[in-house]
């Protein structure tokens, strides 16, 4: 099912890449924009995880440089019935994560130094839990697909913004001259984010309640999910590349005006109550994660450059 899903979203944005084309160019810039189109796909399809890893200054860590969240990681794929993905640690403040790769077997999941300072062992295990249901699930090409063709026509958009008014050409919205640019450079990056967020939602629900499955309790991930929600700063990078906004586990936007409007993400509390019935449905056996406690500092042998407090499952 998700194979179809892959192939029916990478035709809507190539359809798209080609209309922003057909809108700046006429004829000719719908043909330039397939050809753009096809090699972005085929380079997305090989190099999307790493270039979205890059783009966060993400570090990979080993069992040696952080074992307690290797063994967490770890555990939670044996779990899934997955292989042991790559792990990697982003040197930011707000609490995030997400997965990436093109398969479960070519997979990583990033976690943000915050998440392990603010979330208990229980609630770190829970989110790892539900970017491993996107592996599973096999959601993560679509995501990193997306977010690379995304932010592709938002580019294209731009670039016809600075070129294509300097002059009229045949068919399209190039023939208003400056005008019909502006308002392909508008309307492109919109139609691009309608798109991850009809992908995005109804996959975040998935993901919670095979994440909860795995990590064996829905009330940790209901706890973790509760906890990002708070206010926290937005995440930069996120900011300034908001196509890979569907990528992580909570909004890493501001969730000011265009981020609230076209928002990748279901409500936070009515993925919460979902997860809160499932545990409900459960039965008594299952009981709320173990509060956070203070932590150590420690320096992993590598990895980010910062230290990172010790996680509370240590």
């Known amino acids: 099912m998700n194979q179809i899903k892959t192939v029916m979203l990478l035709a809507s944005l190539t359809a798209l890449f080609m209309s922003v084309g057909w809108l700046l160019g006429g004829a000719g810039g719908a043909l330039i924009a397939l050809i753009f189109a096809a090699g972005t796909n085929l380079w997305a399809f090989w190099n ?16 040696a440089s952080a074992p307690d ?23 930011e403040a707000q609490p995030n994560a997400f997965a990436t790769g093109r398969n479960p077997d070519n997979a990583a999941v990033a976690a943000t130094t915050g998440l392990l300072r603010t979330l208990s062992r229980e609630e770190i295990a829970a989110v790892m839990a539900h970017e491993l249901a996107h592996v599973r699930n096999r959601d993560t090409l679509i995501m990193t697909v997306a977010a690379t063709v995304g932010g592709a026509i938002s580019m294209l958009a731009q670039f016809g913004m600075i070129f294509g008014g ?11 001259g400056v005008i019909g640019v502006i308002l392909a450079a508008l309307l492109a990056p919109l139609a691009a984010m309608m798109i991850q967020m009809l992908i995005s939602r109804t ?57 609230r409007l076209f928002a990748t993400h279901p409500s936070m509390e ?16 299952v009981a709320a994660p173990a509060p956070v406690r203070d932590a150590a500092t420690v320096v992993p042998r590598s990895g980010p450059r910062r230290a990172l407090r010790k996680g509370p499952w240590s």
Request: charged share 25%.
């Open 166 to 176: 300097r002059g009229r050409t045949r068919g399209g919205l190039g023939g208003l």
């Open 203 to 259: 996959r975040e629900y998935a993901a919670d309640r095979a994440g909860a499955e795995i990590c064996g309790n829905p009330l940790w991930l209901a706890s973790a999910l509760a906890r990002l929600s708070a206010p926290h700063a937005a995440l930069e990078t996120a900011e300034r590349a908001p196509a890979t906004a569907h990528m992580f586990i909570v909004n890493p936007l501001s969730g000011r005006g265009m981020d």
């Open 270 to 285: 009515s993925r919460i109550a979902r997860l809160t019935a499932m545990a409900a449905a459960m039965g008594p056996r």
């Open 69 to 91: 969240l290797h063994d967490i990681v770890a555990e939670l794929a044996r779990n899934a019935g997955l292989p042991m993905p790559k792990i990697y640690l982003i040197d």
């Open 48 to 63: 999307s995880d790493k270039a979205v890893l890059a783009r966060y200054r993400a570090e990979p860590v080993t069992r």
